[in-house]
């Protein structure tokens, strides 16, 4: 270690609307000292994901807020520095809720375990298509949506990193499927790259017209990103017996009490459909049974995924504002440093 310091982001207020970085304060502290049964990590990637919104609100929702004054929470691949826990040894790459800092004394345990990052396996992808995203859009359309072969799938925020997982995961169970996105470069890429069979770009298109006219029978898993109007204008066009995946309302998570309910909920009633949400924490038992297809599936090139890497320690609240503004094309990172321990 070159330096005595842990930058460190801290909440300093909560955002009314939304999020802005003077929500979050710089802060220097002394780098911890591990306890018995706990690891010095150096921190190496970030992951900024939608739900960190909820996370800043004054209530308790699946997890319980960051506290004013706190380090932001966020899941990072880091490197061991220091080792008093049995199993992880100085050297080991490892995954878990480390924080926007550069170094971290953890034990490992809570809702994000730490674990260890096999050898060979390139140290994004456990923030993405091997983590919590790619294990989000893996239960919530396989155990929520359980789509069956040839039944049509639409996937809204179909260019963020979860929504093109679960599209491709469809695709690889012999689903039609279309993603809405923003834009016509995200669009071409779940066409070109991704395999979708279609794209509605929700920026120049009518979304309720092109549903109609590529779901002419209606879809029969609706995997959604976003809520708001463009889960109104899904729910008018469901098949009977539909499933609609609540995964996320990234649309609402910066507007003061939320975006209004759907109109047309009672849909829901007519076509005999079902809308379930579910948090991906509550699946951690089944992680093993995902991670080596998921893998599988990476090493084969049957998905196809981005990343948006930004880079440097000062630039960490704004990436997170990427996330409610479109700007970012991908799973959403930042690097922090290379490893400081060769391997």
């Not at 879809?219 to 729910?235: H, R």
């Not at 880079?311 to 990172?333: A, C, S, V």
Request: aromatic share 10%; hydrophobic share 40%; with cysteine.
């Amino acid at each position: 270690m070159t330096s005595h310091i842990n930058r460190q982001w801290r909440l300093a207020s909560r955002p009314r609307a939304m999020v802005e970085v003077s929500n979050f304060e710089y802060h220097e502290a002394p780098i911890p000292e591990p306890r018995d049964g706990q690891v010095l990590v150096r921190n190496l990637y970030l992951s900024f994901d939608p739900a960190m919104r909820a996370w800043l609100w004054d209530r308790e929702t699946y997890i319980a807020p960051v506290k004013i004054g706190e380090v932001m929470r966020a899941g990072s691949v880091a490197q061991v520095i220091e080792s008093r826990k049995a199993g992880f040894s100085k050297g080991d790459f490892v995954v878990g809720a480390f924080g926007w800092q550069d170094y971290a004394a953890a034990s490992g345990e809570g809702p994000v375990p730490m674990t260890k990052i096999p050898p060979g396996v390139p140290l994004t992808w456990p923030l993405g298509v091997l983590g919590m995203t790619g294990l989000t859009a893996y239960f919530g359309l396989l155990d929520i949506g359980q789509p069956q072969s040839a039944q049509m799938v639409v996937v809204s925020g179909a260019a963020g990193a979860v929504g093109s997982i679960a599209g491709q995961i469809a695709k690889i169970h012999g689903c039609r499927v279309v993603g809405i996105a923003g834009g016509g470069k995200k669009c071409a890429w779940l066409t070109d790259e991704a395999s979708f069979d279609a794209a509605i770009d929700y920026k120049s298109q009518n979304i309720g017209e092109r549903l109609g006219e590529l779901c002419a029978q209606g879809m029969d898993v609706y995997f959604d990103n976003v809520g708001g109007t463009t889960l109104e204008a899904a729910l008018d066009h469901l098949a009977l017996r539909a499933r609609v995946v609540l995964c996320g309302g990234i649309s609402g998570y910066n507007t003061p009490g939320g975006p209004p309910g759907p109109r047309n909920y009672l849909n829901l009633l007519v076509k005999r459909a079902r809308m379930e949400g579910f948090v991906i924490f509550d699946y951690q038992p089944r992680f093993a049974e995902a991670l080596p297809r998921l893998l599988q599936w990476s090493l084969e090139g049957r998905l196809k995924f981005k990343e948006d890497i930004q880079e440097g320690f000062d630039h960490i609240p704004r990436t997170l504002l990427r996330l409610y503004t479109g700007d970012n094309f991908g799973k959403q990172l930042l690097k922090l440093a290379d490893p400081p321990i060769a391997v």
